[in-house]
């Protein structure tokens, strides 16, 4: 049977990156992505937002929703320091099986559990199942109506500390109306938008970094 997109993509890492090298995996796959097949992960223009923003924030722990194929997962993983609680959260259980690979490809699957299942499930458990109190960084790249839902989830949890970092991708395309509403109204939270484009095109879009406030 015809294989999937992200199969094709996990070839070319296999084919065109070097074993244990992120940066060659990050490379091979937005080869793949301007030359081949356009998919969506965040790529390299609103990567290299999301790279300076982990940077300064230097993260303890970290969550990411929407692993997708790993891109963004290895993006971050790669600057983390040793030690750092990361996990990334993935839906369908096919892109799971390539982000795992394409995360080992890239030598990094020792920083990350990747976590199969519904975000609206797992975040009530989190604390129980990974012994973590409070996230200093959250990516946000999954289903766009679940960005609001999910970052109530957080609040009702306790997941957030003064001074967490949530980064969302794709407020403006396909977009998130009702999450940047909220957190760019709500007295909890000081937002700044970051304006790019879509991953791979010349469409607009960008990321809303929003600092929880306690
Ligand atoms: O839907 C997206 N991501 C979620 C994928 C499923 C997540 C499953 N999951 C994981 C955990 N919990 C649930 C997405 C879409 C686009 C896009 C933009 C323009 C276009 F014409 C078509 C598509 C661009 C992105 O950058 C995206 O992130
Ligand atoms: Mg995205």
Known sequence: TRSTRPQRMLKAVQKN???????????????????????????????????????????????????????????IARLLSPGTKFITVEFNPASAEVARKIIAYAGLQDKVTLVEGASGDLIPQIKKLYGITTFDFIFLDHWKDRYLPDIKLFEEYGLLRKGSVLLADNVICPGTPEYLEYVRNSPRYESRYYPSHLEYTKVEDGLEKSLFLG
């Not at 080869?31 to 356009?38: I, V």
């Not at 969506?40 to 303890?60: A, F, H, Y």
């Open 17 to 75: 990156a070097i074993r244990g090298n992120p940066e060659s995996v990050i490379s091979a796959i937005d080869y793949f992505c301007k030359h081949s097949e356009w998919a969506m992960n965040v790529g390299d223009e609103k990567g290299c937002i999301l790279d300076s923003v982990v940077t300064e924030v230097d993260p303890s722990t970290v969550l990411e929703l929407g692993t997708y194929c790993g891109y963004s997962t290895v993006r």
